[in-house]
């Protein structure tokens, strides 16, 4: 089973490619190849295959990257499922993931939602998104500094404030803050329990 992540840039027409393009594609890069792992197409829709258990939080600093960008956010589409065709990109291969994908990213504009997950398991679908649906309500609203320290954080899960502050040059005080603001606490109870819920799917 794999997580294929489907995206488009919100409002790209505002923003030249060349603000925002380096730092989705040296994102990308650092997880995967393109084009076998990930590819950016259309301009400004993206695809990236990952491991399951990476998909959420992946998506997440997806969106607190872009949303260090002053009025640019993400819409993404996370199908779970198997492929059942690896071809040599992502646009040529195949699978429910990539459907479910595809599809979920489809249904976002009219649910105007930024981010939904689809298993294939109803009850767990419903679950997990009613929890993204609360998150978003103060993801969405991330400030360009609450997303910086949103990236920062998940980019060094093992730093310690103090860290960070030295990384930001700011007092380890101002990151305590920032992280509080930015809701981090919930953002980990989410991918925790996002964890624990995948070991229930087959």
């Not at 993404?76 to 499922?81: A, K």
Request: hydrophobic content about 40%; cysteine-free; aromatic content about 6%.
């Amino acid at each position: 089973m794999i997580a294929i992540i489907t995206g488009d840039i919100i409002d790209s027409e505002n923003h030249k490619s060349s603000v925002w393009l380096g730092i989705l594609k040296e994102y990308l890069s650092k997880i995967g190849q393109s084009p076998l792992d990930w590819e950016i197409y259309r301009g400004d829709e993206f695809q990236l295959k990952i491991q399951k258990d990476k998909a959420l939080e992946t998506a997440i600093h997806l969106k607190a990257i872009l949303k260090t960008i002053k009025g640019l956010d993400v819409r993404m589409g996370i199908g779970i499922g198997t492929e059942t065709y690896k071809g040599s990109s992502i646009s040529e291969s195949n699978g429910p993931a990539y459907h479910r994908s595809g599809r979920t990213l489809e249904s976002l504009k009219e649910e105007k939602i930024t981010l939904k997950i689809t298993t294939g398991h109803d009850f767990i679908d419903q679950t997990l998104n009613l929890m993204l649906k609360l998150a978003l309500n103060f993801m969405d609203d991330w400030s360009q500094v609450s997303a910086e320290i949103v990236s920062m954080t998940l980019e060094n899960r093992d730093a310690s404030q103090t860290d960070i502050a030295q990384i930001l040059d700011i007092q380890q005080s101002a990151v305590s803050q920032r992280q509080k603001r930015a809701r981090l606490d919930l953002v980990f109870d989410l991918l925790d329990y996002y964890s624990h819920t995948l070991k229930e799917i087959r």
